[in-house]
């Protein structure tokens, strides 16, 4: 047994920082910075990275991968991103963005970033809920789900339906790229590394905008135990959120 574990031992990729996480227990964040890391490792952009963070949960990429990172203002990281490509279009250059920021304040900024087909990616972390600030309702969240802006559930006639930004980002003409993808176990694990390494081609490659969205869990705001969010990602989140891609360069 000590000779399958010594081979089968887990490595961090090259530019993880190899730190103990601040999340809370059973939040995916660290998932999909992992995931991240591997891509940009495994394309060799480790040393031509720039990574633009806004505001939320999803600003701490900066702590644990090790890359040139610039903090945006709230939503306006697409709008960062365009600027940093355009003055450096030798560098790989991507955001990283929850739902609260990218859908609600920054939507804008998304999409008039993506119907530019701006030479960008973008990596969105959706979970369904404004983490950092205290659990408020987001462009994202689900019908009768309950927060603390909304206490008594979202209501479709006051508050309208949850965005699916996958789609939306879709339908511009300047996107290259744009798929959903989910991180609630390891099935779905591998098909979100796939897509993020497509999303990060489209780029490297010229083709365009690269979009990928992942369903996250959000334990703490969802008051659920690390087990019941899971299974909220795979029997909630998904049929409304349905996994695939949705445009494609290739």
């Not at 505001?55 to 939503?75: K, L, Q, R, W």
């Not at 969240?141 to 209501?155: L, V």
């Amino acid at each position: 047994m000590a000779e399958v574990l010594e081979k089968e031992a887990f490595v961090l990729p090259e530019n993880i920082v190899d730190r103990g996480s601040h999340y809370c227990p059973g939040c995916h964040h660290g998932i999909a910075h992992r995931l991240v890391a591997e891509c940009l490792s495994e394309l060799g952009l480790v040393d031509e990275t720039i990574c633009v963070s806004s505001i939320g949960c999803s600003v701490f990429i900066y702590n644990y991968i090790d890359m040139d990172t610039i903090e945006a203002p709230h939503g306006r990281a697409p709008a960062v991103v365009t600027g940093v490509k355009r003055a450096r279009p030798d560098k790989f250059v991507f955001s990283y963005q929850g739902d609260g920021d990218l859908a609600s304040i920054g939507l804008a900024e998304s999409v008039h970033c993506a119907n530019r087909g701006e030479k960008v990616s973008i990596v969105f972390v959706n979970n369904t809920v404004y983490g950092m600030t205290g659990g408020q309702m987001a462009p994202t969240t689900m019908i009768g789900q309950k927060t603390t802006t909304c206490p008594g559930g979202r209501c479709e006639d006051r508050e309208g339906s949850p965005m699916k930004m996958a789609e939306l980002m879709a339908s511009l003409g300047g996107t290259a790229f744009s798929a959903r993808v989910a991180t609630n176990n390891m099935k779905n694990i591998v098909s979100a590394k796939r897509a993020i390494m497509k999303a990060f081609r489209c780029q490297t490659e010229g083709h365009g905008f690269g979009f990928v969205e992942l369903l996250s869990a959000c334990p703490t705001n969802w008051r659920m135990t690390p087990v019941a969010a899971n299974e909220r990602v795979e029997k909630e989140m998904i049929p409304y959120f349905p996994l695939g891609t949705y445009k494609d360069f290739e």
